[in-house]
């Protein structure tokens, strides 16, 4: 009889548990996904292209030569101290083939796949396609902030973890996302494609900076990040170029930035 009368009182009393359950079972998941947030930033999606972007917060950092880094170029120096007193929206991944489809109506890329970085890509297109998404191109200075992750060196890990280049990605692109992200939770910024920046290309100077956005002309535009096609070299956080060298636009994609 005892052991009927608590069967009854479990099935007429259990059911008022379930929300409870249901509640914390709810407020357990939500805290597992701010820790992911925390973890790698807040992330949205653009309505127009579908790509998922990154939030970086405002911050100081040193852009250029890194600390130690003995591979650096005339170029990446003097390093000098930058901060930017806004925080901006970054993509996670390169713009894919299958976005740059979506939003110009053509794909010029060499080598074809949806989930491959768009390349062959000039800057005036680059910069279009951002318009078309609501978003613009980063600065060259937004985007060094972003590739570091928090990290003063070279890489923010090893470079076979987080990078395809001459050495591993056998003469061609690869899909975004495959290497892993930096703390920001950001892909592929290094190797795989070169990315256009909003600057024009121009020498350092020394003195600290507040939301620089480069000279105000030039004849070149700069491409950050390296690619399939560059040495380790180049696939450090601080390596600069012009208009891309080397293997010319085939090497270029890029990402959008957005306040």
Known sequence: ??????????????WRLIPAVL??????QGAGRT???EAHGRTKTNRVDGLTYVWIPPGTFQIGCSPHDSECFDNEKPA??????????IGQTPVTQAAYSKVMGRNQSTYRGARLPAEEVTWDDAKSYCGRVKMRLPTEAEWEYAARGST????????EDIAWYNANAASTTHLVAQKQPNAFGIYDMLGN???WVADWYGPYDAADAIDPKGPRTGQFRVGRGGSWYDSAQIARVSSRGNNGGGCGPACHGFRCAGN
């Open 23 to 28: 509640v914390l079972a709810f407020v357990w």
């Open 35 to 37: 820790l992911r947030v």
């Open 152 to 159: 003063a060196g070279a890489r923010y890990a090893a470079v």
């Open 1 to 14: 009889m005892a052991r009927l009368r608590r069967a009854h009182w479990i099935g007429e009393r259990g």
């Open 80 to 89: 000098h101290r930058v901060t930017l007193t806004r925080g901006f929206w």
């Open 193 to 195: 494609v070169r990315e």
